[in-house]
């Protein structure tokens, strides 16, 4: 039997927290999701770092309105995983809360994974839910990322958690901060903490709500960029010969997803319901993410762009 890893240096008796938030979506989205921080509820003193893409318009007039928000634009930006890593590196808190500027935390959030932090958890994270409203394409555009992340779910070990809602120790990021750096790539740094310092720890109670409205068209795009440059990346963490099993069974991707993704859905008539609504834009999506995804394990080059979705100018307006 192997032992459990040790757990991590102890946090102290009153931690301080950073919540990081990633701004790749747009200025409306960023505003919904810091409006939403500031209404947090029985939180703790927290503060809050956003580290954008500069090419997104319109971040630097939030300023005016969040006036203690730090916000840091990545300059020369190269792909999006670096805004991750410099979320986390400006970061100052002892417990650093994680998420993405589409995501609106619930009132409790902030409250409920600092609350979670434990001896032995190297990583805590929660649910992402849809927000209402969301047409087939978002629909098929969250299942892709965050099907299992959707209630019903257990709390305990769980294989992964999602960039979208989890929090960190900072002592221990800085102890394998050479894996996360210079690329945050999530899969290869909760695998790292996880070896070190104990579970990935899935909390039900810890909720974020997103909803991603882009074209067709767009959704299609950026799923197959964000495939290849996680194959890609992914590689820079492997040895030849896993990488070569990657590329193998690749090709296997579209039904190992489709039926992972099938298999969360039944368990929910909710779930269930959606995602037959969504069957045709999520296989559609899913064969482009697998299929860049494969490209990026074969030749181990990024995609020719990298931009994000825009989102739809009627979102827009809506405040998405």
């Given at each position: 039997m192997?032992?459990s890893p040790p757990?991590?240096p102890?946090l102290?008796?009153t931690p301080?927290?950073?919540v990081?938030?990633?701004g ?5 989205h960023?505003r919904r ?7 947090q509820?029985?939180?703790?003193e927290?503060d809050v770092?956003v580290?954008?893409d500069p ?5 630097p007039?939030?300023?005016a ?5 730090r916000?840091?634009?990545?300059e ?7 805004l991750?890593?410099?979320a986390?590196g400006?970061?100052e808190?002892?417990v650093i809360?994680?998420t993405e500027?589409h995501?609106i ?8 994974m ?13 649910r992402?839910?849809v927000r209402?409203?969301?047409s087939a394409?978002?629909?098929?555009f ?5 099907f299992?992340?959707?209630a019903?779910?257990?709390?305990g070990p769980?294989?992964?958690l999602?960039?979208c809602?989890v929090?960190?120790?900072?002592a221990e990021?800085e102890?394998?901060r ?5 690329y ?8 790292t903490?996880?070896?070190r310092?104990?579970d990935?720890?899935?909390?039900p109670?810890?909720?974020?709500s997103?909803r991603?409205?882009?074209t067709?068209a ?15 990346t992914?590689?820079?963490?492997c ?8 590329a193998?069974?690749a090709?296997?991707l579209?039904?190992?997803l489709?039926?992972?993704?099938a298999?969360?859905?039944l ?7 959606s995602?037959?609504r ?15 995804e494969w490209?990026g394990y074969?030749t181990?080059?990024?995609p020719?762009?990298l ?6 100018r ?7």
């Amino acid at each position: 039997m192997n032992a459990s890893p040790p757990p991590g240096p102890a946090l102290p008796e009153t931690p301080s927290v950073t919540v990081a938030v990633v701004g790749i979506c747009s200025a409306a989205h960023l505003r919904r999701c810091l409006e939403a921080l500031a209404a947090q509820e029985g939180a703790p003193e927290f503060d809050v770092v956003v580290a954008y893409d500069p090419h997104v318009p319109d971040v630097p007039a939030l300023q005016a309105d969040f006036p203690d928000v730090r916000l840091v634009a990545n300059e020369g930006q190269r792909n999006p995983l670096e805004l991750a890593s410099l979320a986390i590196g400006t970061a100052e808190g002892d417990v650093i809360l994680l998420t993405e500027d589409h995501c609106i935390p619930r009132a409790d959030w902030v409250r409920t994974m600092v609350a979670a932090q434990r001896p032995g958890r190297a990583v805590v994270g929660g649910r992402v839910e849809v927000r209402p409203g969301a047409s087939a394409t978002d629909w098929a555009f969250y299942f892709v990322d965050f099907f299992r992340y959707a209630a019903p779910v257990q709390e305990g070990p769980s294989p992964t958690l999602t960039v979208c809602n989890v929090s960190y120790k900072k002592a221990e990021l800085e102890q394998v901060r050479d894996v996360w750096e210079t690329y945050f790539h999530e899969t290869a740094i909760n695998d790292t903490l996880r070896q070190r310092f104990g579970d990935l720890w899935l909390v039900p109670d810890s909720e974020v709500s997103m909803r991603r409205n882009v074209t067709f068209a767009d959704a299609i795009y950026e799923r197959y960029a964000f495939g290849r440059l996680f194959g890609c990346t992914r590689i820079g963490f492997c040895s030849p010969g896993r990488r070569l099993y990657y590329a193998v069974f690749a090709p296997l991707l579209p039904v190992i997803l489709m039926g992972r993704m099938a298999s969360k859905a039944l368990r929910s008539p909710r779930l269930a319901r959606s995602f037959l609504r969504a069957l045709f834009p999520l296989t559609t999506m899913v064969l482009w993410w697998s299929w860049g995804e494969w490209l990026g394990y074969v030749t181990g080059k990024h995609p020719g762009s990298l931009v994000v979705a825009p989102e739809l100018r009627a979102a827009r307006r809506a405040g998405a």
